[in-house]
Antibody
Framework: QVQLQESGPGLVKPSETLSLTCTVSGGSISGYYWTWIRQTPGKGLQWIGAIYSSGSTNYNPSLKSRVTMSIDTSVNQFSLNLNSVTAADTAVYYC???????????????WGQGTLVTVSS | SSELTQDPAVSVALGQTVRITCQGDSLRRYFPSWYQQKPGQAPLLVIYGKNYRPSGIPDRFSGSSSGNTASLTIAGAQAEDEADYYCNSRDSSGPNWVFGGGTKLTVL
């Protein structure tokens, strides 16, 4: 059973870069898409972006200028960098598997437990 | 980008059937996925594609789509189904995935 675990600082200063890593266990990271999703306190979910094991990426247009994702298949990890953060980036950040079928439907499964990142000085 | 609209809150009597809806233009082209989220937990996939349930999801959960509206139906709602439910779909304009605002389900 594939499991995901986020890791990284829980506090980031305004204007700095938020950096998170997701470790995949119980299966290979190769041959699949992986995604980052965030949830602001008391609010809904926002897809941030996705990365394939080859390193190709897709980002949410609203965050594209500040997001970079990378992947290291040798250690079954993928990462998120979000630069120039503000208080509005305070959220629970989730990593998840991202699967699709014949350009007809997609789904996110499994999910990590999530990690709260607070942006504050 | 596309938007997905959900009713903020829905209630259902214990054991009755409830339908949670999601509206958006992208649903004319793509099937959605549905997620259940309980307080303090990560979202859990409950329905994806035309009407597929991951292993472990009870068969009282089902999905359907018509035009720009998708529905998640819970037949015989149980107390443990009380949660927030989110729909998600790919944006019609490109590789961007959009969530609905979520529906808080209360089981009375």
């Amino acid at each position: 059973q594939v499991q995901l675990q986020e890791s990284g600082p829980g506090l980031v200063k305004p204007s700095e870069t938020l950096s998170l890593t997701c470790t995949v266990s119980g299966g290979s990271i190769s041959g699949y898409y992986w995604t980052w999703i965030r949830q602001t306190p008391g609010k809904g979910l926002q897809w941030i972006g996705a990365i394939y094991s080859s390193g190709s990426t897709n980002y949410n247009p609203s965050l594209k200028s500040r997001v970079t994702m990378s992947i290291d298949t040798s250690v079954n990890q993928f990462s998120l960098n979000l630069n120039s953060v503000t208080a509005a980036d305070t959220a629970v950040y989730y990593c998840a598997g991202h699967q699709g079928y014949q350009l007809s439907y997609w789904w996110f499964d499994p999910w990590g437990q999530g990690t709260l990142v607070t942006v504050s000085s | 980008s596309s938007e997905l609209t959900q009713d903020p809150a829905v209630s259902v009597a214990l054991g009755q059937t409830v339908r949670i809806t999601c509206q958006g233009d992208s649903l004319r082209r793509y099937f959605p996925s549905w997620y259940q989220q309980k307080p303090g937990q990560a979202p859990l996939l409950v329905i994806y594609g035309k009407n597929y349930r991951p292993s472990g999801i009870p068969d009282r959960f089902s999905g359907s789509s018509s035009g720009n509206t998708a529905s998640l139906t819970i037949a015989g709602a149980q107390a443990e189904d009380e949660a927030d439910y989110y729909c998600n779909s790919r944006d019609s304009s490109g590789p961007n995935w959009v969530f609905g605002g979520g529906t808080k389900l209360t089981v009375l």
